[in-house]
């Protein structure tokens, strides 16, 4: 598996095929643009490959954790290819931001 910086102070969770999808996906762009470049960077220069234990917990390296503030409180969430990993008072923070505009959301998401 894979541990790498996500979006909105998460960390994302990959298995190795969906981190091989995702590059592949990546590589789809111009390496030449400026954003891909960005990302390429602070993404690969972060992710790190990870094992499960044997009762099927992930130990997150300092460095990942550091670099979004995660307590001692975690939640974790399966979302689509991934899990996201997010300090708990984080996440809720979201929650309730995000919350309030769910219809609003949703009709952008599925706009196309």
């Known amino acids: 598996m894979y541990l790498a910086p996500g979006t909105d102070g998460s960390l ?4 190795q095929a969906a981190f091989a999808e995702l590059a592949s996906r990546l590589a789809e762009n111009s390496p030449t ?13 972060r992710a790190q490959r990870v094992e499960l234990d044997r009762q099927g917990r992930v130990r997150v390296p300092p460095d990942l954790a550091d670099l979004i503030t995660l ?7 399966g979302v ?3 899990v996201e ?5 984080k996440w809720e923070q979201y929650q309730t931001e995000k919350q309030a505009q769910y219809d609003e959301i949703a009709e952008r998401a599925f706009d196309f």
Not at 71 to 77: N, R, T
């Open 85 to 89: 990993i997010w300090d708990r008072e």
């Open 71 to 77: 307590g001692s409180e975690s939640v974790m969430l």
């Open 80 to 82: 689509r290819d991934h």
């Open 12 to 15: 994302t969770l990959f298995t």
């Open 33 to 45: 643009a400026k954003d891909v470049r960005a990302f390429s960077r602070l993404f690969y220069a």
